[in-house]
Structures are given as C-alpha cells and as structure tokens.
C-alpha cells in the first residue's frame, strides 16, 4: 500500500476518520488512515468482500445488497464534510439503499428506491451542499454513481450531524435497504473544508484512482473535474497556438497547450446542469488552471507552466467561446 499520507494533498486538520479499502485485508476491517481509531468493522459473520483491481489498479469492497453485512464504528461522531468513492452497481436503486451514515440515527446518503439519485433529506438536516465527481446538484435533484461508474461524491453540511456511530453499506438499522455495489475510500471532517482544501483532495483522487481517463487525442473526457491536476506533468501535447505581438505580428511564442482548448474540454457532452455548474466555477477558479507556455524568444526555448490570471468570460450560448490572459509560475 502506498503511503498517500506523505503527499500532501489530505488536509489533516478536523479529519476525524479516513478509511480506504486498499488498507484492508479481506473487506471485513478497513482501518483508519488518519491515526484516530475510528477503524470500520463488519463483523464474522458475512462481510462484504474485498475485489482486487477495480479502479487504476486498486481494490474495492464490494456489497452485494442482501446478506453482506454493514461496516461499523460504534463510537460518536460529529460530521461536516464527507468525501467517499464509491458506486451503485445498476441503473436505479432497487430499494432505499444506504451508502453512509449513522447507525441509529442520521442518514447522510441513501438511494432514493426505484430513481438514480439520493433521498432528499434538506427537510430534516436543513440545507446542504452535494457534488458528484465536483458538479453542485440541488439536493432534490442529486444524483448518485450508478451502473458501477465509480466517481467522487461530496457531502457537506454547515450545521454539522451528530452520528450514532458511522457506517457504510446500510441504511441504519433496515437489514432490507444494503448497498448494492462498491466502496473505495472515505474521507470525513467535523468541519467544512476551504476551497484550497478542496482542491487539494480532488488533486489527490485524481492522481490515485484516475478518475478522470484521457481519451485518444489526450483530452478529458466528459466526467471531468476542474482542477487540471495532471496538465503540467504532461511533456508532449497535441494543440499549440503561435503567439505574436499585437504591433509587429512578430512571433515570440507558442503556448504548448492552448488554454481555451483545455477550458472547452471541460463542457463536451455534459448536460446542462453540469454545464452551468462548470461555468460558475471556472468564473471563480480561474488561476488553478495550469498549461505549459514554450518561450521561444530564448536560445534554447523555454518551457514555463503558467496559469490563467485574467477574467474568463463564457459565450453564454455554446460556453465554448473564452478569453484569457496568461502569468507565469515556474520554468518546467
């Protein structure tokens, strides 16, 4: 196991418990990475599994619905901010279905029987914040990692849950509503996470589990997160753009991945709530964009990452029109 702790990417402050199942052994105990002893338990008698080379190489545990048993930790909690990877193995929910929560009381995530999407609890917790693979969706309308696409969901809430103990893979004590799927890792603060903080975590999901594959032409697919966390390691890249001065026409560089390119990757095949998410967040984001700029009025040419530093602005029609400008950070 990989010790991801010495990355730097996890912040550590108000982290109450973080259990991966690549820690685990057989998929019954899944200890807690963050030193706090808050280890998860299925107990003897039919713990889900633990299944070898799910996602980037890695394992997952695997409920199967029915007879698998709960991961549990007894102990109180107090509950802002949850980050967990995880998947519905088919289409809709077959019955309420709890992912996280407490053990007797407060559920987190359950799956909403016979739809794709989560039970809307802002009724009972007051309003919270929730996020597959980093899209905001409205609470009634939050939908959840079906058909064994695994991805990131995020849940947050300011006012904080007070749990019954935790556990994974059922909702509280209803021995009919199991998960029906896989479970990676989760990460849980008893605060609300900075969005530097944010960042920083979906840095780091995206470089362990790969969560957002390049296609053919070396581009992001669709299911995208906008933090551009692996732009700089690549060295070779497939668009460039000359750019020259605005008086001579005199070519004094040539930016190696072309911004606008990289940011309209970000909006291919996505609907239209994720379009409109991704658009906000790309208006406030803007200077965690990172691309590669060739100087060449050096001898020999330089290769600088550089980042975004002016306002983007979104052609309001097709969100594929945008201005930039560019500032430098390091040489490569």
């Known amino acids: 196991?990989?010790?991801?702790?010495?990355?730097?990417?996890?912040?550590?402050?108000?982290?109450?418990?973080?259990?991966?199942?690549?820690?685990?052994?057989?998929?019954?105990?899944?200890?807690?990475?963050?030193?706090?002893?808050?280890?998860?338990?299925?107990?003897?008698?039919?713990?889900?599994?633990?299944?070898?080379?799910?996602?980037?190489?890695?394992?997952?545990?695997?409920?199967?619905?029915?007879?698998?048993?709960?991961?549990?930790?007894?102990?109180?909690?107090?509950?802002?901010?949850?980050?967990?990877?995880?998947?519905?193995?088919?289409?809709?929910?077959?019955?309420?279905?709890?992912?996280?929560?407490?053990?007797?009381?407060?559920?987190?995530?359950?799956?909403?029987?016979?739809?794709?999407?989560?039970?809307?609890?802002?009724?009972?917790?007051?309003?919270?914040?929730?996020?597959?693979?980093?899209?905001?969706?409205?609470e009634s309308a939050a939908l959840a990692p079906m058909n064994g696409q695994h991805r990131v969901i995020e849940y947050s809430n300011t006012a904080g849950l007070t749990m019954s103990g935790l556990q994974i893979g059922q909702q509280k004590t209803f021995t009919d509503r199991r998960w029906r799927g896989w479970y990676f890792e989760s990460l849980i603060y008893d605060r609300i996470l900075t969005e530097q903080e944010r960042r920083m975590l979906y840095e780091y999901f995206s470089a362990k589990y790969f969560l957002w594959p390049k296609i053919t032409n070396g581009i992001t697919g669709p299911d995208v997160f906008p933090f551009q966390a692996d732009w700089p390691q690549r060295k070779s890249y497939d668009r460039s753009v000359i750019l020259t001065t605005t008086i001579s026409g005199k070519q004094f560089?040539?930016?190696?991945?072309?911004?606008?390119?990289?940011?309209?990757?970000?909006?291919?095949?996505?609907?239209?709530?994720?379009?409109?998410?991704?658009?906000?967040?790309?208006?406030?984001?803007?200077?965690?964009?990172?691309?590669?700029?060739?100087?060449?009025s050096t001898t020999p040419a330089t290769d600088r990452i550089v980042h975004l530093s002016g306002n983007i602005t979104f052609d309001s029609s097709t969100y594929h029109s945008t201005s930039y400008s560019l500032e430098f950070i390091e040489n490569l």
């Open 253 to 296: 560089a040539r930016s190696k991945s072309e911004p606008r390119y990289i940011i309209n990757a970000q909006f291919s095949d996505r609907n239209a709530a994720e379009i409109t998410a991704a658009a906000a967040f790309w208006a406030t984001h803007y200077p965690s964009t990172q691309c590669v700029y060739r100087d060449e």
């Open 1 to 138: 196991m990989n010790d991801w702790s010495q990355t730097g990417w996890i912040p550590k402050g108000g982290l109450i418990c973080w259990n991966s199942a690549e820690a685990s052994a057989t998929g019954r105990i899944v200890p807690d990475l963050s030193g706090n002893g808050r280890t998860l338990d299925a107990g003897p008698a039919n713990p889900p599994a633990l299944q070898a080379n799910i996602l980037n190489g890695l394992p997952a545990i695997y409920f199967n619905g029915s007879s698998n048993e709960p991961l549990k930790y007894t102990g109180t909690v107090n509950v802002k901010h949850v980050f967990i990877i995880a998947s519905y193995e088919i289409a809709s929910f077959s019955n309420y279905a709890g992912l996280i929560g407490g053990i007797s009381t407060n559920d987190i995530l359950v799956g909403f029987n016979g739809l794709a999407q989560w039970f809307d609890y802002s009724g009972v917790h007051g309003a919270y914040d929730y996020r597959l693979a980093d899209v905001n969706y409205a």
